[in-house]
């Protein structure tokens, strides 16, 4: 399995190039959380199951995302701050696809 | 003054096997938790949702749990303070402590077991540049008396479950109910989007979608909502009302304890993980997914080993010097402060001939 290239940018502006595993089922906001690039308690608060928004960032590279689901579209239809290009990271696979993605993450809410 | 052993914040998981164990001691507890039921992110968050990590349970609802762990616990009779969030601890000279809720119940206890997870659930405010100038003076983000909206004009903004479900109770009591949500489609009990679809046929609930409110009229309480509509072109009006409820769902705050003295730690509270999960103050311990040690994993079934040591500490504070030992529950028994015992069949003792 190889692993992925992906650039995150912190709420406080910082980009960090990060390498994320790609076989180990994790997905965006548990990259962001195992690299610690946001404070623990202010991410990924409901688990990963899209019910809460705490993942929420925006999407800056052309990379071909897996298509929207209804609950992460109903979800960030009650989130603030939400953006044309506003994903959940916690619904976004690392898979080899998303090689050279780069997010930005949503501020706290 | 409500009295107990162990005053526990936060009634979820890790809270309501806290008051097994302790029972097994014979200490009371006493649980305070600012949501209006028990189960804590079990029952607000995902009450539906399978857990596939609980020991001996390949498979059991987050609910379902809830409810099995408060049948365990019933017979040891825990006291509740539910709806009511912890706001202030006093340390008294006999070692003992005050918390005070928000509503200014208070509960006394030699010790204080903080199971409170994320923190307590509060309401998501939306981002409307004027909403706290009408905070308890028009805006509502929870429904705390269903009869102050008797005869209101009421806009509710939000969709989920609670949006739905209140939109349909108080389509009986206000004057007029109108309802907001951002898109066409409503996450919610099937039943529940039915029953708001047939009383928007019925003219009883006005909807308004896709549509957001972007601003708040009135002086010093509220008369209106400017409301934005995006189908086909986008247009803004406003609509009389008294009162405007959002409802878009609660995120956990750590809140008032952080303001405790407690050593705190990526928004968790630190522990002593190499003896009893005690806090930097004596007498106080933080157990379950809102404590922090080295290695910490935020799991139910970390929880609950947690407040099982949690409880031996409490018990040495409470009877200090005296002895006990383990017991096994299946050599022991359990014995209820209801009366109730509950043990294992004696093994029949017979002659094979």
Same mark, same amino acid.
């Given at each position: 399995m190889?692993d992925?290239n992906?650039?995150?940018?912190?709420?406080?502006g910082?980009?960090?190039?990060v390498?994320?595993?790609?076989?180990m089922?994790m997905?965006?906001?548990?990259?962001?959380?195992s690299?610690e690039?946001?404070?623990?308690?202010?991410?990924?608060?409901?688990?990963?199951m899209?019910?809460?928004a705490?993942?929420?960032?925006?999407?800056?590279?052309?990379t071909?995302?897996p298509?929207?689901?209804d609950d992460?579209?109903a979800m960030l239809?009650?989130?603030?701050?939400?953006?044309?290009?506003?994903?959940?990271?916690?619904?976004i696979?690392?898979?080899?696809?998303m090689?050279?993605?780069?997010?930005e993450?949503?501020?706290e809410? | !003054?409500?009295?107990?052993d162990?005053?526990?914040?936060?009634?979820?998981?890790?809270?309501?096997?806290?008051?097994f164990e302790?029972?097994?001691l014979k200490?009371?507890?006493?649980?305070?938790?600012?949501?209006?039921?028990?189960?804590?992110q079990?029952?607000?968050?995902?009450?539906?949702?399978p857990i596939?990590?609980i020991?001996a349970?390949?498979?059991?609802?987050?609910?379902?749990?809830?409810?099995?762990?408060?049948e365990?616990?019933?017979?040891?009779?825990?006291?509740?303070?539910?709806g009511?969030?912890?706001?202030t601890?006093e340390?008294?000279?006999d070692?003992t402590?005050?918390?005070?809720t928000?509503?200014?119940?208070?509960?006394q206890?030699?010790?204080v077991?903080?199971?409170s997870?994320?923190?307590s659930?509060?309401?998501?405010?939306?981002l409307?540049?004027n909403?706290?100038d009408?905070?308890?003076?028009?805006v509502?983000?929870?429904?705390?008396e269903?009869? @102050?909206y008797?005869?209101?004009?009421?806009?509710?903004?939000?969709?989920?479950?609670?949006?739905l479900d209140?939109?349909?109770?108080?389509?009986d009591?206000a004057?007029?109910?109108t @309802?907001?949500?951002?898109?066409?489609?409503?996450r919610?009990?099937?039943?529940s989007?039915?029953?708001?679809?047939? @009383?928007k046929?019925?003219?009883?609930?006005?909807l308004i979608?896709?549509?957001e409110i972007?601003?708040?009229l009135?002086d010093?309480?509220?008369?209106?909502?400017?409301?934005?509509?995006?189908?086909?072109i986008?247009?803004e009006?406003e609509i009389e009302?008294?009162?405007?409820?959002?409802?878009?769902g609660?995120?956990?705050?750590?809140g008032?304890?952080a303001n405790w003295?407690?050593?705190?730690?990526?928004?968790?509270?630190?522990?002593?993980n190499?003896l009893?999960y005690?806090?930097?103050?004596?007498g106080?311990?933080?157990?379950?997914?809102?404590?922090?040690y080295p290695?910490?994993?935020?799991l139910?079934?970390c929880?609950?080993h947690?407040a099982?040591? !949690?409880?031996?500490a409490a018990?040495?504070?409470i009877?200090?010097?005296k002895?006990?030992v383990?017991k096994?529950?299946?050599?022991?028994?359990v014995?209820?402060?209801?009366?109730?015992?509950k043990?294992?069949?004696?093994a029949?003792?017979?002659?094979?001939d």
């Amino acid at each position: 399995m190889q692993d992925i290239n992906i650039k995150i940018t912190d709420r406080d502006g910082v980009t960090h190039q990060v390498v994320a595993p790609t076989d180990m089922a994790m997905n965006l906001m548990e990259v962001v959380r195992s690299y610690e690039l946001a404070p623990e308690g202010t991410i990924g608060i409901c688990g990963g199951m899209a019910m809460c928004a705490s993942c929420q960032c925006y999407v800056q590279s052309d990379t071909q995302l897996p298509e929207m689901q209804d609950d992460e579209e109903a979800m960030l239809s009650e989130a603030f701050y939400v953006k044309d290009n506003s994903r959940l990271g916690c619904q976004i696979q690392m898979t080899p696809d998303m090689e050279g993605l780069e997010v930005e993450l949503a501020p706290e809410s | !003054m409500i009295k107990t052993d162990i005053l526990i914040i936060g009634a979820g998981p890790t809270g309501l096997f806290a008051v097994f164990e302790a029972g097994l001691l014979k200490l009371k507890c006493h649980l305070i938790d600012a949501l209006p039921q028990i189960g804590g992110q079990c029952s607000e968050l995902y009450p539906k949702k399978p857990i596939y990590d609980i020991p001996a349970y390949p498979e059991i609802l987050a609910g379902d749990l809830t409810d099995k762990l408060m049948e365990q616990c019933k017979q040891f009779e825990p006291g509740f303070t539910l709806g009511e969030r912890a706001e202030t601890i006093e340390k008294q000279e006999d070692g003992t402590f005050i918390v005070t809720t928000n509503k200014g119940t208070k509960h006394q206890a030699p010790v204080v077991a903080i199971a409170s997870g994320l923190g307590s659930f509060e309401p998501r405010k939306p981002l409307i540049h004027n909403i706290k100038d009408f905070e308890d003076k028009g805006v509502e983000y929870m429904i705390k008396e269903p009869e @102050l909206y008797r005869n209101k004009r009421v806009v509710i903004a939000g969709g989920g479950d609670s949006a739905l479900d209140w939109s349909i109770f108080l389509s009986d009591v206000a004057k007029s109910v109108t @309802l907001i949500h951002r898109r066409n489609e409503f996450r919610g009990h099937l039943d529940s989007v039915e029953k708001v679809q047939d @009383l928007k046929n019925k003219g009883k609930i006005k909807l308004i979608t896709p549509a957001e409110i972007v601003g708040l009229l009135g002086d010093d309480k509220l008369s209106g909502v400017v409301v934005k509509q995006a189908e086909h072109i986008e247009k803004e009006f406003e609509i009389e009302c008294d009162h405007f409820i959002p409802l878009f769902g609660l995120s956990p705050k750590l809140g008032p304890i952080a303001n405790w003295g407690l050593e705190i730690e990526k928004n968790a509270i630190k522990v002593n993980n190499a003896l009893d999960y005690q806090t930097n103050i004596p007498g106080i311990f933080a157990i379950g997914d809102g404590n922090t040690y080295p290695g910490k994993l935020k799991l139910i079934l970390c929880g609950f080993h947690e407040a099982t040591l !949690m409880c031996q500490a409490a018990y040495q504070i409470i009877n200090p010097g005296k002895r006990y030992v383990l017991k096994y529950t299946t050599v022991s028994g359990v014995d209820g402060f209801d009366g109730t015992r509950k043990e294992a069949p004696k093994a029949v003792v017979k002659k094979i001939d």
